[in-house]
């Protein structure tokens, strides 16, 4: 049966059930179908039904991992492009084209990944002294950033506030579960660069297109080299205080609170990480020979173990660990009924690795110099008005 044979049969159903079966569809497959009939054409492009197309994504299957290229001159290969998804479980990659692809000077340039998971398929990719973007990399539907309050103090202070030492704090990008409002945050330290408190927050309206101050800020600083993670409706940072805090900020009520102490204290920077495993907050340490990874329980807001990465085992594929290894995703195999760890290294940023707890034993999932930064992402139709 052809494929226009079997979409007339289709159109013989009642709307509703067609409705069901598009939304189980790959992204590909649905922009195609738009095309189809005008009444396919609006559902597809329905608020509501890109919602549950995500939902029966994020509950069929794992997750594409999308490599964020450094700047091209940092790179064995010349030919790197800036978006490539990988298919886990397969050795092949997809080029994706960016906003910035024709502008050579932008081509050139560093993008920061915003975390390493996305929010509903969206992800957010900023550079310190120019505007970033929000990316649907399925759909290659984008919206720039205009600079914010920050950005626009770096440029006026220039380089030199790298020389000082000052650590840029990553963006965080969440979702308010109340409104359905997307929200782009920017929660750094402020002292060191003339600012009279400790922190200093802005957030992105998607509606005014402009960023604006939100207070008060937490009387905390946070930690810079670690990427803010969102979890149920709410953005999270590591306190950089004598007692190592986990910070939240509630994308609805625009506040912030402690939500517990971190499982341990009194660490280095680049020693810990933060992530979201199966929407549950995670946090690690690297503590020589052994990476633990801790799962936090809000209903009772204690930490359990998860599993322990052995350093010396993945010193051979990392070498020496200057930084703690960052997981990514909880991998499902359908065949053995169980989940594995994905994870890399920061430093040499060039193979992912899956680790059986159950086994305890590592493998290599991918090795490319071209990962550059790795984010796990759904495929969904998702973009912001």
Known sequence: MSKKQRCLRM????????????????????LRFTAVSKQ???????PFFQQRQLTQRQQSGDPAV?????????????DIKPLTTLVLGSSSSVTIPTPWEKDKEKEDREYFLVSFDSCDGLVCLYE?????????PTTRWYRPLPLSQL????ISLGRSVFERGYTVCDIGFGKDKITGTYKPVWLYNSLEIGLDNATTCEVFDFNTNAWRYVSPTPPYRIVGCSKPVCIDGSLHWFTDCEETKILSFHLHTETFRVVSKAPFTNVKDFDIVMCNLSNRLCVSEKNWPNQVIWSFNSANKTWHKMCTINLDVTSHWFGNHIAAVMPLALVYEKKKKKKKLLFYCRELSRTLMVYDPETESYDVAFND?????????FQSLISIS
């Open 151 to 154: 950005q626009q103090l770096l």
């Open 66 to 78: 999308l490599m964020v290229s450094r700047s091209r001159e940092d790179y064995f290969n010349p």
């Open 369 to 377: 110099y071209s990962i550059g930064y790795p984010l796990c992402y």
């Open 128 to 136: 310190y002294f120019k505007s970033g973007y929000v990316v649907n």
């Open 11 to 30: 159109e013989s159903l009642p709307h509703e059930v067609v409705e069901r079966i598009l939304e189980r569809l790959a992204v590909d497959s649905l």
């Open 40 to 46: 396919w054409k609006s559902s597809i492009e329905s």
